[in-house]
Every structure is written in structure tokens, then in C-alpha cells.
């Protein structure tokens, strides 16, 4: 069956530091990949998506970056955070390549910049 | 271009009655639409799609979602609300201009509340 981890599963860092999220996902190959982030309970809005190894699309423009080293894997990274940065991180998999398009998330990773 | 709408940002239903979270869409061709579900803390929850076909789709937990093109909406439905449903419900469409990119557009969410 497909999987989706993330990690780690919540995190504490000081304003200015360097960030990097991980996702991974088993029992597929040559997913689509996304990086969501959530503020505040409520909307999302789509950081990056990839639809291959090293093919990354951003959405909005900010001090965040994406890497996809592997087919199954999607790094999410910042060289120094700002308190903006804080939130709830998804990942998730699927889009285009399932048949209907649904995405599947993983759990997710909840940051908090101080 | 594409757009979802949910436009309440909270349903309160007593647990045993029938429940209804409202959605409408906007694509310039024909929709892909799908349903999510979050609780606290955690990732969304596929809960249903429609592509094409029958307007009432069912899905996890009891839940369904009647298509309607007319009045582009995908209200999401239960005939008999739990406790446990209360939660933030997210609609979403697929950008049909997406091709093999599959990005959705999410609307902003319903909370769900249910009450013994």
C-alpha cells in the first residue's frame, strides 16, 4: 500500500536559523510531490509541487526552497527563518498521476519560529 | 480562473441530524472535485472525488456529495452526524489546466462542529 512520512513531527527554531523537512513516500514510483503550508488552522497554500526527480515548481515566492534527490523523496529547506515561517507543513503525493487526481497527505510537521 | 468556495466558515449540527458543508466551484472546463478531511494536528483525509458519472458519490465515514453543474456546488452530505465528524472540511478542485501537474485548488475550509 502507499505511504506518506514526515519529519520530524514538530519542531522549535530560532529566528534566523536553517531549516530542512523531509518526506517520503513507499509503494509508489514517480509520484507527483507537493509542499503545502497551513497558518493557523485553516487554508493551504501550495509552496511547491514536482513532478520528477529534480524538477521543482514554486508557487510563491519566499526564503523557502524544495530538492527532490530521489523519486520518493521531497526536502523542504530554508537557509535562515523568519518568524513568518511558522505553521503547519503537509506533504503530499498523487495529482496527476492517479487516476482521478486525488492527492494523499501525509501527517505532517508543525514549526514554530522564536 | 479556477476557484473554490466554501462559504460558511462553520456548520453546527446536533449529533443524529442530517448535515450538509457547502461548497461551489468555478473551472472553465469540466471539474475534478474532491472532498478532505482534517482533525486536529494531522494531515488531510481523502474522503471522496467525482470525475464524471453519477451526481451522488459516496465516500469514507458515511459521507457523500451530490454533484451539481448547474449550480456548480459539491456539497458535502451525511444523513445522520457524529460526534466524531466534527472537524475542518476542506473542498477542493482540480486546475484542469494542471495536466500532469495535478495541483488543486483548495477551498478555505469548514469547521464542523457536532454536538451531543
Known amino acids: 500500500s502507499q505511504t506518506i512520512h514526515q519529519w520530524p513531527a514538530t519542531l522549535v527554531q530560532p529566528v534566523g536559523s536553517p531549516l530542512s523537512l523531509e518526506c517520503t513516500v513507499e509503494g509508489t514510483s514517480n509520484p507527483n510531490l507537493y509542499w503545502y503550508r497551513q497558518a493557523a488552522g485553516r487554508g493551504l497554500q501550495l509552496l511547491f509541487y514536482?513532478?520528477?526527480?529534480?524538477?521543482i515548481s514554486s508557487e510563491v515566492p519566499q526564503n523557502l526552497s524544495a530538492s527532490r534527490p530521489q523519486d520518493r523523496q521531497f526536502i523542504l529547506s530554508s537557509k535562515k527563518l523568519l518568524l513568518s515561517d511558522s505553521g503547519f507543513y503537509l506533504c503530499a503525493f498523487g495529482g496527476g498521476k492517479t487516476i482521478a487526481g486525488e492527492q494523499y497527505f501525509g501527517p505532517g510537521t508543525r514549526l514554530t519560529v522564536t | 480562473a479556477q476557484s473554490v468556495a466554501q462559504p460558511e466558515d462553520q456548520v453546527n449540527v446536533a449529533e443524529g441530524n442530517p448535515l450538509t458543508v457547502k461548497c461551489t466551484y468555478s473551472?472553465?472546463?469540466?471539474?475534478?472535485l474532491f472532498w478532505y478531511v482534517q482533525y486536529p494536528n494531522r494531515g488531510l483525509q481523502f474522503l471522496l472525488k467525482?470525475?464524471?458519472?453519477?451526481?451522488l458519490v459516496k465516500g469514507s465515514y458515511g459521507f457523500e456529495a451530490e454533484f451539481n453543474k448547474s449550480q456548480t456546488s459539491f456539497h458535502l452530505k451525511k444523513p445522520s452526524a457524529l460526534v466524531s465528524d466534527s472537524a475542518l472540511y476542506f473542498c477542493?478542485?482540480?486546475?484542469?489546466?494542471?495536466?500532469?501537474?495535478?495541483?488543486?485548488?483548495f477551498g478555505q475550509g469548514t469547521t464542523l462542529q457536532v454536538k451531543p
Open positions: 467525482y470525475i464524471t458519472g453519477d451526481n
Open positions: 514536482s513532478v520528477g526527480i529534480g524538477q
Open positions: 473551472v472553465s472546463g469540466n471539474p475534478y
Open positions: 477542493a478542485v482540480r486546475d484542469v489546466g494542471s495536466s500532469n501537474t495535478g495541483k488543486l485548488i
